[in-house]
């Protein structure tokens, strides 16, 4: 398959590269994450004034109606910059469960307010069990209310509503539903919170029933924070010197950083490919999603570890920015699924052709 950008990808993608190189520079990124903090309001205005939170949802709802492999080329810029708060679990997450299973009129009530960004929002699906597979979900519905703990949910705290995958479908709650417990939890990514959230007989309304695992755009954003530490560590190996020479002359080093070459351009291929897949609903869409996921979670540990490497002592340092992009790496390469998680769901799809609980080639699963 020969597969480029067009002309308006391409501009798409070097216009929010400028945008956030501009509003999002790395002394902001170490501001919110030393604040604990990651939301910033200001910054999360500008971004919707880009059409960045509408991106690919309809215009009906305040959406630009763009493609899968647009916001898939919005999500690499963001992890390129290495954007802090609720972007991911807004719009990738909960939004695109809005978008696949609510009604018109919830759409019009949550999705819309999601485009315009006067809201945020999150998706509760981890649980105890550690499980990425929605058999295993245990939060209970009963007659419009929930009961159960949902762990790791991702920026709970700023969510005007949590979307929550219960067993008999997925549920809404509002961030100030009685019953509703929010608690936070250790996090190796400074850049985004996470929570445990408890439901005790809480109010929710659902939404309806079926699976979104945004695993591409997933998969995007940590081709993003390849690429810049991979470029992080080219700049450092031709400045840095040894024996009178640039560390970079040297073979060794070479080949670590085409290593890095190597496994930062696969899992970028993987990725638009996957999103090219779930655009036009291929057959292989599903399996196209896990083997970039698969693939992406390996790499990304694999390229932050040889830039550490590269740069030595100094890659463990505070002030060094590789150990940000290393810790998004490490929490990104087991949300929504592992490799081993991937590579037994590809299985499933490919050798014994059982449905998968982590979506389907169609619009849910993207």
């Not at 695109?96 to 315009?116: E, G, W």
């Not at 959230?197 to 945004?214: I, R």
């Amino acid at each position: 398959m020969q597969f480029g950008l067009n002309e308006s990808q391409e501009i798409l993608k070097q216009n929010a590269r400028q945008f956030f190189a501009g509003e999002c520079p790395m002394s902001h990124v170490r501001h919110l994450a030393e604040s604990k903090q990651p939301y910033d309001p200001a910054l999360w205005s500008k971004m919707a004034a880009q059409g960045f939170m509408g991106i690919i949802f309809p215009e009906k709802y305040d959406g630009l109606g763009l493609g899968i492999v647009e916001f898939i080329l919005l999500m690499e810029e963001a992890g390129r910059a290495l954007l802090p708060g609720p972007f991911w679990s807004t719009v990738a997450l909960a939004g695109a469960v809005i978008d696949a299973v609510a009604s018109d009129a919830q759409k019009t009530k949550y999705l819309a307010p999601i485009c315009r960004g006067e809201a945020r929002s999150t998706l509760a699906l981890l649980e105890a069990t550690a499980s990425w597979d929605l058999a295993d979900v245990n939060v209970a519905a009963a007659k419009g209310k929930l009961t159960g703990e949902k762990l790791f949910v991702l920026d709970a705290d700023v969510a005007d509503f949590i979307l929550v995958a219960a067993q008999s479908g997925v549920f809404l709650v509002e961030a100030q539903a009685p019953g509703l417990r929010i608690t936070p939890m250790p996090a190796l990514d400074l850049t985004r919170n996470f929570y445990a959230v408890q439901f005790k007989d809480t109010p929710a309304e659902e939404l309806g029933h079926g699976a979104n695992l945004t695993t591409a755009a997933l998969v995007a954003e940590m081709v993003g924070g390849m690429q810049r530490v991979l470029d992080l560590t080219v700049d450092y190996a031709k400045m840095r010197k040894q024996f009178g020479k640039p560390i970079g002359t040297f073979q060794a080093v070479q080949h670590q950083c085409a290593d890095m070459y190597l496994e930062t351009e696969s899992s970028r291929s993987a990725a638009y490919y996957a999103a090219w897949a779930l655009e036009h609903d291929a057959p292989d869409a599903a399996t196209a999603t896990s083997i970039a996921k698969m693939y992406a979670s390996d790499a990304c540990r694999a390229v932050g570890n040889r830039g550490i490497q590269i740069h030595g002592g100094n890659g463990f340092a505070w002030e060094n920015d590789l150990h940000l992009y290393y810790r998004r790496a490490k929490a990104s390469e087991t949300m929504l699924g592992d490799a081993t998680f991937h590579r037994e769901r590809i299985a499933r799809l490919v050798i014994d052709a059982v449905p998968s609980s982590c979506g389907s080639n169609d619009r849910s699963s993207r």
